[in-house]
T-cell receptor, first 113, second 114 residues
């Protein structure tokens, strides 16, 4: 069973399009995240949701809108895609407490042409 | 400021050599977590270890070992008898206790040659 699954794995699209990436976790974690990895491999947090509530928004352009219908899902919608949005996007989930775990999905490689 | 620095951008070793990847962090929090992740060429992020700020015991897992020193704000990772399969990008990350987010270092690319 995949713990954190995100779809699609690859996404190639033209500038100006709108696209979504979906993420689901079956670990029962209460917090989910989106991270962006740029072409230099640098990883940076974009958003965090705790029990469907947005708790972190790291100065991401408002073309990016996360949506969490329930605590097991966190989707990322991107409007008016730009060349600079090309990156790998990772979803993650975590659960605080004694066995603090932090699990990443396998990533979505977005290429904007 | 909260920051993680991995000063080594790339390291190249020959198989069976030992190699240490450095990680230095900055935080004013007294409670925090430190992580190491491996990113092989296939691209996924593989969890290696988590340490909390109150546990300075070194840890060994097979050929991997970690040295956590609060006095120098360092959390270094050593691979003993490196293998070609260890070739990957390795990330050190800091998680302040009150945010849940991971602050990553720039990553160290390790190449192990046969």
């Amino acid at each position: 069973d995949t713990a954190v699954s995100q779809t699609p794995k690859y996404l190639v699209t033209q500038m100006g399009n709108d696209k979504s990436i979906k993420c689901e976790q079956n670990l029962g974690h209460d917090t989910m995240y989106w991270y962006k990895q740029d072409s230099k491999k640098f990883l940076k947090i974009m958003f965090s949701y705790n029990n469907k509530e947005l708790i972190i928004n790291e100065t991401v352009p408002n073309r990016f809108s996360p949506k969490s219908p329930d605590k097991a899902h966190l989707n990322l919608h991107i409007n008016s895609l730009e060349l600079g949005d090309s990156a790998v996007y990772f979803c993650a989930s975590s659960q605080r407490g004694r066995n603090y775990g932090y699990t990443f999905g396998s990533g979505t490689r977005l290429t904007v042409v | 400021a909260q920051k993680v620095t991995q000063a080594q951008t790339e390291i190249s070793v020959v198989e069976k050599e030992d190699v240490t990847l450095d990680c230095v962090y900055e935080t004013r929090d007294t409670t925090y977590y430190l992580f190491w992740y491996k990113q092989p060429p296939s691209g996924e992020l593989v969890f290696l270890i988590r340490r909390n700020s109150f546990d300075e015991q070194n840890e060994i897992s097979g050929r991997y070992s970690w040295n956590f020193q609060k006095s120098t704000s360092s959390f270094n990772f050593t691979i003993t008898a490196s293998q070609v399969v260890d070739s990957a990008v390795y990330f050190c990350a800091l998680s302040p206790s009150n945010t849940g987010k991971l602050i990553f270092g720039q990553g160290t690319t390790l190449q192990v040659k046969p």
